[in-house]
Protein backbone atom coordinates (compact mmCIF):
# COMPACT_ATOMS: atom_id res chain seq x y z
CA UNK A 1 0.00 0.00 0.00
CA UNK A 2 0.80 3.78 -0.61
CA UNK A 3 1.57 5.95 2.27
CA UNK A 4 -0.43 8.85 0.67
CA UNK A 5 -1.72 10.78 3.22
CA UNK A 6 -5.07 9.20 4.09
CA UNK A 7 -7.19 12.96 4.08
CA UNK A 8 -5.56 13.95 1.01
CA UNK A 9 -6.60 10.54 -0.43
CA UNK A 10 -10.03 11.41 0.51
CA UNK A 11 -10.13 15.13 -0.11
CA UNK A 12 -10.97 16.05 3.49
CA UNK A 13 -9.41 18.73 5.64
CA UNK A 14 -7.85 17.23 8.85
CA UNK A 15 -10.28 18.71 11.05
CA UNK A 16 -12.88 17.28 8.97
CA UNK A 17 -15.63 15.59 11.14
CA UNK A 18 -16.86 11.82 11.01
CA UNK A 19 -19.51 12.81 8.21
CA UNK A 20 -17.45 15.03 5.96
CA UNK A 21 -15.03 11.91 5.80
CA UNK A 22 -17.91 9.10 5.22
CA UNK A 23 -19.25 11.63 2.53
CA UNK A 24 -16.19 11.78 0.97
CA UNK A 25 -15.25 8.27 1.27
CA UNK A 26 -19.08 8.00 -0.48
CA UNK A 27 -18.78 9.51 -3.16
CA UNK A 28 -15.23 8.12 -4.52
CA UNK A 29 -15.91 4.97 -3.63
CA UNK A 30 -18.73 5.13 -6.53
CA UNK A 31 -16.63 6.45 -8.81
CA UNK A 32 -13.98 4.03 -8.68
CA UNK A 33 -15.56 1.09 -7.26
CA UNK A 34 -13.96 -1.88 -9.64
CA UNK A 35 -18.23 -2.59 -10.73
CA UNK A 36 -18.06 0.54 -12.11
CA UNK A 37 -14.59 0.53 -13.46
CA UNK A 38 -14.38 -3.04 -14.87
CA UNK A 39 -10.30 -4.08 -15.89
CA UNK A 40 -9.09 -0.64 -14.65
CA UNK A 41 -6.13 -1.27 -12.56
CA UNK A 42 -5.87 2.11 -11.91
CA UNK A 43 -9.61 2.64 -10.56
CA UNK A 44 -8.97 -0.45 -8.40
CA UNK A 45 -5.63 0.64 -7.01
CA UNK A 46 -7.58 4.27 -6.24
CA UNK A 47 -10.34 2.19 -4.86
CA UNK A 48 -8.25 0.34 -2.37
CA UNK A 49 -6.37 3.59 -1.46
CA UNK A 50 -9.63 5.16 -0.58
CA UNK A 51 -11.02 2.04 1.42
CA UNK A 52 -7.80 2.04 3.26
CA UNK A 53 -8.15 5.50 4.21
CA UNK A 54 -11.84 5.69 4.95
CA UNK A 55 -10.83 2.39 7.60
CA UNK A 56 -8.46 4.38 9.34
CA UNK A 57 -10.34 7.82 9.64
CA UNK A 58 -13.97 6.53 10.30
CA UNK A 59 -12.35 5.11 13.47
CA UNK A 60 -11.95 8.14 16.15
CA UNK A 61 -8.95 5.81 17.75
CA UNK A 62 -7.14 4.76 14.20
CA UNK A 63 -7.46 7.97 13.45
CA UNK A 64 -5.91 10.02 16.70
CA UNK A 65 -3.39 7.42 16.21
CA UNK A 66 -2.80 8.28 12.76
CA UNK A 67 -2.70 12.09 13.48
CA UNK A 68 -0.12 11.44 16.02
CA UNK A 69 2.02 8.69 14.52
CA UNK A 70 0.92 8.61 10.57
CA UNK A 71 1.16 5.16 8.49
CA UNK A 72 3.83 3.92 11.17
CA UNK A 73 1.00 3.39 13.41
CA UNK A 74 -0.56 0.80 11.53
CA UNK A 75 2.39 -1.09 10.42
CA UNK A 76 3.33 -4.94 10.01
CA UNK A 77 1.12 -7.23 12.57
CA UNK A 78 -2.57 -8.39 13.09
CA UNK A 79 -2.81 -6.14 15.94
CA UNK A 80 -2.07 -3.06 13.71
CA UNK A 81 -5.41 -2.48 12.88
CA UNK A 82 -5.11 -3.72 9.04
CA UNK A 83 -8.41 -5.14 9.14
CA UNK A 84 -8.85 -3.63 5.79
CA UNK A 85 -12.00 -5.07 3.71
CA UNK A 86 -12.98 -2.63 1.07
CA UNK A 87 -16.08 -4.41 0.93
CA UNK A 88 -17.48 -4.87 4.00
CA UNK A 89 -16.07 -1.16 4.35
CA UNK A 90 -18.32 0.17 1.65
CA UNK A 91 -21.35 -1.71 2.43
CA UNK A 92 -21.30 -0.12 6.03
CA UNK A 93 -20.94 3.30 4.30
CA UNK A 94 -23.95 2.77 2.18
CA UNK A 95 -26.30 0.95 5.50
CA UNK A 96 -26.22 -2.25 3.22
CA UNK A 97 -26.69 -5.03 4.38
CA UNK A 98 -24.28 -7.36 6.70
CA UNK A 99 -23.21 -10.60 6.29
CA UNK A 100 -26.31 -11.51 4.33
CA UNK A 101 -24.38 -12.78 1.13
CA UNK A 102 -25.01 -11.38 -2.03
CA UNK A 103 -27.24 -8.18 0.06
CA UNK A 104 -23.96 -6.41 -0.41
CA UNK A 105 -22.96 -3.29 -2.45
CA UNK A 106 -23.64 -5.59 -5.54
CA UNK A 107 -27.49 -4.36 -5.12
CA UNK A 108 -26.43 -1.23 -4.12
CA UNK A 109 -24.79 -0.49 -7.71
CA UNK A 110 -27.62 -2.20 -9.05
CA UNK A 111 -29.56 0.60 -7.25
CA UNK A 112 -27.29 3.70 -8.56
CA UNK A 113 -26.48 2.12 -11.87
CA UNK A 114 -29.24 -0.02 -13.70
CA UNK A 115 -27.71 -2.95 -12.51
CA UNK A 116 -24.94 -4.81 -14.84
CA UNK A 117 -23.79 -8.30 -13.46
CA UNK A 118 -20.60 -8.00 -12.09
CA UNK A 119 -18.63 -10.97 -10.29
CA UNK A 120 -16.50 -9.01 -7.83
CA UNK A 121 -14.67 -10.20 -4.44
CA UNK A 122 -16.31 -10.12 -1.03
CA UNK A 123 -19.64 -10.81 -2.79
CA UNK A 124 -18.77 -14.43 -1.61
CA UNK A 125 -18.85 -17.17 -3.50
CA UNK A 126 -22.64 -18.63 -4.13
CA UNK A 127 -22.01 -22.33 -3.36
CA UNK A 128 -22.36 -24.96 -5.55
CA UNK A 129 -26.11 -26.79 -6.46
CA UNK A 130 -26.08 -30.57 -5.84
CA UNK A 131 -28.04 -33.24 -7.45
CA UNK A 132 -29.57 -36.18 -5.31
CA UNK A 133 -32.23 -39.22 -6.55
CA UNK A 134 -34.64 -40.60 -4.38
CA UNK A 135 -36.61 -43.70 -5.63
CA UNK A 136 -40.31 -44.10 -4.75
CA UNK A 137 -42.67 -46.12 -5.72
CA UNK A 138 -46.03 -45.46 -8.02
CA UNK A 139 -48.31 -45.46 -4.89
CA UNK A 140 -46.01 -42.88 -3.06
CA UNK A 141 -46.13 -40.97 -6.38
CA UNK A 142 -50.20 -41.27 -6.67
CA UNK A 143 -50.35 -40.13 -2.98
CA UNK A 144 -47.36 -37.83 -2.57
CA UNK A 145 -44.80 -38.44 0.41
CA UNK A 146 -42.32 -36.98 2.49
CA UNK A 147 -38.61 -38.37 1.81
CA UNK A 148 -35.95 -37.76 3.80
CA UNK A 149 -32.80 -37.42 2.00
CA UNK A 150 -29.47 -37.83 3.51
CA UNK A 151 -26.59 -36.31 1.26
CA UNK A 152 -22.94 -34.76 1.22
CA UNK A 153 -22.30 -31.63 0.86
CA UNK A 154 -19.80 -28.60 1.79
CA UNK A 155 -21.70 -26.90 4.97
CA UNK A 156 -20.57 -23.58 7.15
CA UNK A 157 -18.10 -24.79 9.30
CA UNK A 158 -19.42 -24.95 12.89
CA UNK A 159 -15.82 -24.08 14.67
CA UNK A 160 -15.45 -20.64 12.82
CA UNK A 161 -18.76 -20.01 11.78
CA UNK A 162 -17.90 -19.75 8.30
CA UNK A 163 -15.62 -17.37 8.72
CA UNK A 164 -12.38 -19.51 7.75
CA UNK A 165 -10.67 -17.92 10.95
CA UNK A 166 -9.77 -19.42 14.11
CA UNK A 167 -12.02 -17.24 16.72
CA UNK A 168 -10.34 -13.57 17.86
CA UNK A 169 -8.19 -14.28 14.81
CA UNK A 170 -8.42 -11.12 12.71
CA UNK A 171 -8.83 -10.97 8.53
CA UNK A 172 -6.92 -8.54 6.36
CA UNK A 173 -6.81 -7.54 3.69
CA UNK A 174 -4.85 -9.67 1.03
CA UNK A 175 -1.86 -8.33 -0.19
CA UNK A 176 -1.93 -9.55 -3.60
CA UNK A 177 -5.07 -7.99 -4.87
CA UNK A 178 -5.26 -5.18 -2.21
CA UNK A 179 -8.27 -6.48 -1.42
CA UNK A 180 -10.06 -6.60 -4.74
CA UNK A 181 -10.26 -10.39 -4.90
CA UNK A 182 -9.02 -10.35 -8.91
CA UNK A 183 -5.98 -9.65 -9.90
CA UNK A 184 -5.43 -8.06 -13.22
CA UNK A 185 -2.39 -8.87 -15.50
CA UNK A 186 -1.60 -6.16 -19.05
CA UNK A 187 -1.53 -8.25 -22.28
CA UNK A 188 -0.77 -5.52 -24.88
CA UNK A 189 -3.90 -3.49 -24.94
CA UNK A 190 -5.77 -6.08 -22.96
CA UNK A 191 -6.11 -6.22 -19.22
CA UNK A 192 -7.78 -9.93 -17.96
CA UNK A 193 -8.66 -9.90 -14.94
CA UNK A 194 -8.66 -12.91 -12.86
CA UNK A 195 -9.49 -14.26 -9.69
CA UNK A 196 -6.85 -13.32 -6.95
CA UNK A 197 -5.13 -17.11 -6.76
CA UNK A 198 -3.84 -15.70 -3.10
CA UNK A 199 -7.30 -15.38 -1.77
CA UNK A 200 -9.41 -17.52 -3.78
CA UNK A 201 -11.52 -14.07 -4.69
CA UNK A 202 -12.09 -13.48 -1.16
CA UNK A 203 -9.91 -10.44 -0.91
CA UNK A 204 -8.99 -11.05 1.92
CA UNK A 205 -6.40 -13.17 4.28
CA UNK A 206 -6.63 -15.02 7.61
CA UNK A 207 -4.16 -14.31 10.07
CA UNK A 208 -5.38 -17.94 11.55
CA UNK A 209 -7.44 -20.10 9.36
CA UNK A 210 -9.86 -22.24 11.40
CA UNK A 211 -8.35 -25.86 11.70
CA UNK A 212 -11.22 -27.77 11.26
CA UNK A 213 -12.11 -25.74 7.93
CA UNK A 214 -8.06 -24.41 6.89
CA UNK A 215 -9.66 -21.63 6.23
CA UNK A 216 -12.54 -22.46 3.55
CA UNK A 217 -15.02 -21.80 6.10
CA UNK A 218 -16.75 -24.63 4.92
CA UNK A 219 -16.59 -28.71 5.86
CA UNK A 220 -17.68 -31.90 3.51
CA UNK A 221 -20.19 -33.35 6.01
CA UNK A 222 -23.44 -35.18 6.06
CA UNK A 223 -26.67 -33.85 6.03
CA UNK A 224 -29.96 -34.38 5.57
CA UNK A 225 -33.18 -32.92 4.14
CA UNK A 226 -37.18 -33.56 3.79
CA UNK A 227 -38.60 -32.92 0.69
CA UNK A 228 -42.30 -33.57 0.13
CA UNK A 229 -42.94 -34.94 -3.44
CA UNK A 230 -46.62 -33.87 -4.20
CA UNK A 231 -48.84 -36.58 -5.70
CA UNK A 232 -49.12 -36.67 -9.10
CA UNK A 233 -45.08 -36.70 -9.69
CA UNK A 234 -43.41 -37.80 -12.51
CA UNK A 235 -40.37 -40.23 -13.17
CA UNK A 236 -37.51 -37.49 -13.87
CA UNK A 237 -39.63 -34.71 -12.03
CA UNK A 238 -36.97 -32.28 -10.34
CA UNK A 239 -37.56 -30.90 -6.81
CA UNK A 240 -35.66 -28.11 -6.03
CA UNK A 241 -34.65 -27.66 -1.64
CA UNK A 242 -32.96 -23.58 -1.83
CA UNK A 243 -30.08 -22.90 -0.15
CA UNK A 244 -29.69 -27.09 0.62
CA UNK A 245 -26.75 -27.62 -1.67
CA UNK A 246 -23.16 -26.32 -0.88
CA UNK A 247 -22.29 -23.62 1.25
CA UNK A 248 -21.42 -20.20 0.02
CA UNK A 249 -17.58 -18.83 1.09
CA UNK A 250 -17.18 -16.22 2.25
CA UNK A 251 -20.54 -15.17 3.05
CA UNK A 252 -21.88 -15.99 -0.55
CA UNK A 253 -25.41 -17.30 -0.78
CA UNK A 254 -25.60 -21.43 -0.30
CA UNK A 255 -26.28 -23.26 -3.87
CA UNK A 256 -29.79 -24.85 -4.02
CA UNK A 257 -30.17 -28.91 -3.52
CA UNK A 258 -32.08 -30.47 -6.51
CA UNK A 259 -34.13 -33.73 -5.90
CA UNK A 260 -34.34 -35.85 -9.02
CA UNK A 261 -37.60 -37.84 -8.48
CA UNK A 262 -37.41 -41.36 -9.95
CA UNK A 263 -40.36 -44.12 -9.77
CA UNK A 264 -39.97 -47.55 -9.88
CA UNK A 265 -41.59 -50.09 -12.02
CA UNK A 266 -44.70 -51.43 -11.20
CA UNK A 267 -45.11 -54.35 -11.68
CA UNK A 268 -48.79 -53.77 -12.33
CA UNK A 269 -49.32 -50.47 -13.89
CA UNK A 270 -47.99 -48.38 -17.07
CA UNK A 271 -48.13 -44.55 -16.57
CA UNK A 272 -48.92 -42.80 -19.60
CA UNK A 273 -49.17 -39.05 -17.56
CA UNK A 274 -51.73 -39.54 -15.23
CA UNK A 275 -53.21 -42.31 -16.98
CA UNK A 276 -52.49 -45.98 -15.98
CA UNK A 277 -52.87 -48.98 -18.13
CA UNK A 278 -53.12 -52.68 -16.58
CA UNK A 279 -53.02 -55.68 -18.60
CA UNK A 280 -56.00 -57.54 -17.28
CA UNK A 281 -56.15 -61.52 -17.78
CA UNK A 282 -58.95 -63.20 -17.94
CA UNK A 283 -60.14 -67.08 -18.44
CA UNK A 284 -61.65 -67.37 -21.74
CA UNK A 285 -65.12 -68.54 -20.53
CA UNK A 286 -65.37 -65.43 -18.79
CA UNK A 287 -64.54 -63.50 -22.20
CA UNK A 288 -66.81 -66.05 -24.09
CA UNK A 289 -69.68 -66.18 -21.59
CA UNK A 290 -69.47 -62.66 -19.68
CA UNK A 291 -69.84 -61.88 -15.74
CA UNK A 292 -67.35 -59.52 -13.01
CA UNK A 293 -63.58 -59.64 -13.11
CA UNK A 294 -61.82 -57.89 -10.37
CA UNK A 295 -59.40 -55.14 -11.65
CA UNK A 296 -56.28 -53.98 -9.43
CA UNK A 297 -56.06 -50.29 -8.89
CA UNK A 298 -53.55 -48.50 -6.56
CA UNK A 299 -56.13 -48.52 -4.11
CA UNK A 300 -57.30 -52.10 -4.22
CA UNK A 301 -59.82 -53.76 -6.24
CA UNK A 302 -62.27 -52.76 -8.08
CA UNK A 303 -64.79 -54.88 -10.06
CA UNK A 304 -65.39 -54.96 -13.68
CA UNK A 305 -68.24 -55.85 -15.80
CA UNK A 306 -67.24 -58.06 -18.90
CA UNK A 307 -69.68 -58.48 -21.34
CA UNK A 308 -70.24 -61.99 -23.17
CA UNK A 309 -68.31 -62.25 -26.05
CA UNK A 310 -65.12 -59.71 -24.84
CA UNK A 311 -62.11 -60.60 -27.40
CA UNK A 312 -58.63 -59.88 -26.65
CA UNK A 313 -56.97 -56.40 -26.80
CA UNK A 314 -60.32 -54.95 -25.97
CA UNK A 315 -59.41 -51.93 -23.65
CA UNK A 316 -62.03 -50.38 -20.55
CA UNK A 317 -61.82 -47.55 -19.05
CA UNK A 318 -61.93 -47.42 -15.34
CA UNK A 319 -62.97 -43.74 -14.45
CA UNK A 320 -60.37 -41.86 -11.99
CA UNK A 321 -58.40 -44.21 -10.69
CA UNK A 322 -55.31 -43.41 -12.56
CA UNK A 323 -52.67 -40.93 -11.09
CA UNK A 324 -53.63 -37.77 -9.65
CA UNK A 325 -52.80 -34.66 -11.11
CA UNK A 326 -50.42 -32.69 -10.31
CA UNK A 327 -51.01 -29.24 -10.84
CA UNK A 328 -54.46 -30.20 -9.32
CA UNK A 329 -54.57 -32.96 -7.94
CA UNK A 330 -58.29 -33.60 -7.19
CA UNK A 331 -58.76 -34.47 -11.05
CA UNK A 332 -57.32 -37.95 -11.66
CA UNK A 333 -56.45 -39.78 -14.77
CA UNK A 334 -58.43 -42.97 -15.54
CA UNK A 335 -57.47 -47.03 -15.73
CA UNK A 336 -57.38 -48.81 -18.96
CA UNK A 337 -57.35 -52.58 -18.35
CA UNK A 338 -56.20 -54.22 -21.61
CA UNK A 339 -57.73 -57.61 -22.12
CA UNK A 340 -55.77 -60.90 -22.17
CA UNK A 341 -57.12 -63.77 -22.45
CA UNK A 342 -56.02 -66.75 -20.59
CA UNK A 343 -55.77 -69.74 -22.45
CA UNK A 344 -55.60 -72.80 -20.29
CA UNK A 345 -52.05 -74.86 -20.96
CA UNK A 346 -53.52 -78.29 -19.35
CA UNK A 347 -56.69 -79.41 -19.12
CA UNK A 348 -58.50 -82.45 -17.22
CA UNK A 349 -60.45 -85.27 -19.10
CA UNK A 350 -63.72 -83.83 -18.15
CA UNK A 351 -62.34 -80.34 -19.23
CA UNK A 352 -61.52 -81.86 -22.87
CA UNK A 353 -64.79 -83.64 -23.27
CA UNK A 354 -66.28 -80.38 -22.41
CA UNK A 355 -64.49 -78.49 -24.77
CA UNK A 356 -65.07 -80.98 -27.55
CA UNK A 357 -68.37 -81.20 -27.13
CA UNK A 358 -68.63 -77.39 -27.66
CA UNK A 359 -66.67 -77.53 -30.51
CA UNK A 360 -68.88 -80.46 -32.32
CA UNK A 361 -71.74 -78.59 -30.74
CA UNK A 362 -70.42 -75.21 -32.94
CA UNK A 363 -70.03 -77.07 -36.20
CA UNK A 364 -66.33 -76.82 -36.00
CA UNK A 365 -65.79 -79.85 -38.31
CA UNK A 366 -61.79 -78.96 -39.43
CA UNK A 367 -61.02 -79.48 -34.85
CA UNK A 368 -62.95 -82.60 -34.98
CA UNK A 369 -60.68 -83.59 -37.50
CA UNK A 370 -57.37 -82.84 -35.84
CA UNK A 371 -58.78 -84.90 -32.41
CA UNK A 372 -57.16 -87.87 -33.78
CA UNK A 373 -54.09 -86.32 -33.85
CA UNK A 374 -53.55 -84.83 -30.84
CA UNK A 375 -54.79 -87.87 -28.67
CA UNK A 376 -51.80 -89.64 -30.49
CA UNK A 377 -49.80 -86.74 -29.68
CA UNK A 378 -50.90 -86.46 -25.98
CA UNK A 379 -50.19 -90.30 -25.42
CA UNK A 380 -47.19 -90.01 -26.43
CA UNK A 381 -46.13 -87.37 -23.99
CA UNK A 382 -48.26 -89.12 -21.19
ZN1 LIG B 1 -6.30 -11.69 -3.04
ZN1 LIG C 1 -13.76 -23.46 10.10
Redesign the pocket.
Known sequence: MSDKDYYQVLGVERNSTEADIKKAYRKLAIKFHPDKNPGDSESEEKFKEISAAFEILKDPDKRRKYDQYGHDAFRGGPSGGQGVDPFDLFRDAFGGGSGGGNSGFGSIFEDFFGGGNSASANEGTRGSDLRVSVDISLEQAAKGVEKEIKYQHHATCKECTGSGATSGSGKSM?S??G???Q?ASNQGFISIRRT?P??R???VTIENPCQACRGDGRIKSPDKVKVNIPPGVSDGNRLCSRGRGDAGSMGGPAGDLYVDVRIKEHPKFDRDDDDLFHDLLIPFTLATLGGVAQVPTLEGKVSLKIPGGTQANKTFRIKDKGMPNLRSPSRKGDLYARIIIHVPQKLTKLQREKLVDFAKASGEEDLQADEGFLEKAKRLFD
Open positions: CTCGIGVCACGSG
